[in-house]
């Protein structure tokens, strides 16, 4: 059975996979709905990630080199994208890159406003870039780093089988929510009050259904009364 392979015309944004995980809602409302707001924490990560997203930007440190927003695509997931950072290595096992002797090892560093979630939408975006650079170069990459600026540490985290398949399943899901124009029902929870959109998803209201049996018993009852 051969792999699915999306068209240029199909291909959705690599950073949304992070929305997607978080609330399915959130996703839609930006991709679906062309809806955006900023609040403080996104502007925060807009201001981390401008200091880092130059591409004319390259430099080397001894047996490191370092590209800043790289470009990526995945015609599989069906995702595309800017990786911050790629971090180079010097490593026999590694690939040849221009303007540079010998062989590297690459890895994504990405950069993140706040501190490690408890939750895997920082994981699924970052293994994402990974599945982008192993289609796009033919590479196996096993870890890869997130540099959180409210702590003003890197953390590696291990590129596992669960987790690449935890991404596929979101792409697939996004892939199918985005061609049907659905936006999923609201999930209020703990971190509606962190969003941006929480104004526009409205959570506590859209989340409330009522049957039409019901509405047209109820009205039915106060038509009732007042004829009595």
């Known amino acids: 059975m051969s792999e699915k392979r999306y ?12 929305h997607f995980c978080f609330c399915k ?18 502007q925060e990560g807009h201001f981390v990630h401008e200091r880092v997203d130059d591409p ?26 800017i990786a911050d950072v790629i971090e180079y290595t010097r490593s026999d096992t590694g690939i040849g890159i221009p303007d540079h ?3 590297w090892l ?4 990405e950069y993140k406003r706040g501190k490690p979630k408890i939750d895997e939408r ?7 870039q990974v599945m982008c650079l192993e289609e796009m170069f ?10 959180y600026n409210e702590i003003h540490r890197r953390q590696s985290i291990p590129i596992t089988d669960d987790l690449r398949n935890l991404v596929r399943s979101l792409a697939d899901e996004m892939h199918t929510v985005f ?14 009050a962190l969003c941006s959109l929480v104004d526009v998803c409205m959570p506590k209201l859209t989340k409330k259904r009522v049957s039409v049996d019901h509405y047209l018993h109820k009205h039915i009852m106060a038509a009732t009364e007042r004829d009595c």
């Open 7 to 18: 068209t240029d015309d199909e291909l959705l944004s690599l950073s949304g996979i992070q």
């Open 25 to 42: 809602r959130q996703w839609a409302l930006i991709h679906v709905e062309q809806q955006w707001q900023d609040n403080l924490r996104t």
């Open 56 to 81: 004319f930007f390259n430099e080397s440190r001894g047996d490191t080199v370092i590209s800043r927003a790289f470009p990526l695509v995945s015609y599989s997931l069906g995702l595309t994208g």
């Open 101 to 103: 002797e010998g062989r």
């Open 106 to 109: 690459m890895k994504p560093v």
């Open 122 to 128: 920082d994981e699924v975006q970052l293994c994402a």
């Open 138 to 147: 033919g590479v196996r990459i096993d870890d890869a780093d997130f540099y």
């Open 179 to 192: 061609r049907k124009g659905i936006t999923p029902e609201a999930a209020s929870g703990m971190n509606c």
